[in-house]
Antibody, heavy 120, light 107 residues
Framework: EVQLLESGGGLEQPGGSLRLSCAAS????????MSWVRQAPGKGLEWVSS????????FYTDSVRGRFRISRDNSKDTLYLQMSGLRAEDTAVYYC?????????????WGQGTMVTVSS | DIQMTQSPSSLSASVGDRVTISCRAS??????LAWYQQIPGKVPKLLIY???TLQSGVPSRFSGSGSGTDFTLTISSLQPEDVATYYC?????????FGQGTKVEIK
């Protein structure tokens, strides 16, 4: 069974840092692009970042570029999101999602999400 | 950036009704469009990709159409388990963007 399990969320102060992890199982992790998508409380979905499987090209939405860094460890089947310079507007559930192929394809498997709260 | 605009933002229909949701892109995106269903309290689920391809395991009452800038998700016969918010997403370039969502309720 294909599964994604996020961890690392929590409460952090403005300006702080958090690292999210997403452990994948049930598929050949290195083959597929992976993404982070967030959802603020009561709001819609927002794409945050993606990373390709093979060449590890990375992509970011403007509001997080320079503050967040996406990475992957294909030997551990794990995706990461290093978040720094956190702001109140980063408060959201963060979902890890598997793409159907490389970047530029839909996300066919989603994790359960991990909540990030940025507040003093 | 290419914006995605969904309409309506919400709708209420009876069980068995045909329901259509529209998604319009501010520029042409060929067929690089997906539709997701998010049941309250649940994780988003892929319904349709490449504008009209049904994801494996998704009931055939769901269908997608369109290309370029105008896309439609159709539920041919609304069921109680279809109560959810539906999102379109374009994924052809950076940044990928979602529509604002359409909330579907049973009348």
């Amino acid at each position: 069974e294909v599964q994604l399990l996020e961890s690392g969320g929590g409460l952090e102060q403005p300006g702080g840092s958090l690292r999210l992890s997403c452990a994948a199982s049930g598929f050949t992790f290195s083959t597929y692009a992976m993404s982070w998508v967030r959802q603020a409380p009561g709001k819609g979905l927002e794409w945050v970042s993606s990373i390709n499987g093979g060449n590890s090209d990375t992509f970011y939405t403007d509001s997080v570029r320079g503050r967040f860094r996406i990475s992957r460890d294909n030997s551990k089947d794990t995706l990461y999101l290093q978040m720094s310079g956190l702001r109140a507007e980063d408060t959201a559930v963060y979902y890890c999602a598997k793409s159907r192929g490389s970047y530029g394809s839909a996300s066919d498997v989603w994790g359960q999400g991990t909540m990030v709260t940025v507040s003093s | 950036d290419i914006q995605m605009t969904q309409s309506p933002s919400s709708l209420s229909a009876s069980v068995g009704d045909r329901v259509t949701i529209s998604c319009r892109a501010s520029q042409g995106i060929t067929n690089s469009l997906a539709w997701y269903q998010q049941i309250p309290g649940k994780v988003p689920k892929l319904l349709i990709y490449a504008a009209s391809t049904l994801q494996s395991g998704v009931p055939s009452r769901f269908s997608g159409s369109g290309s370029g800038t105008d896309f439609t998700l159709t539920i041919s016969s609304l069921q109680p388990e279809d109560v959810a918010t539906y999102y379109c997403q374009r994924y052809n370039s950076v940044p990928s963007t979602f529509g604002q969502g359409t909330k579907v309720e049973i009348k």
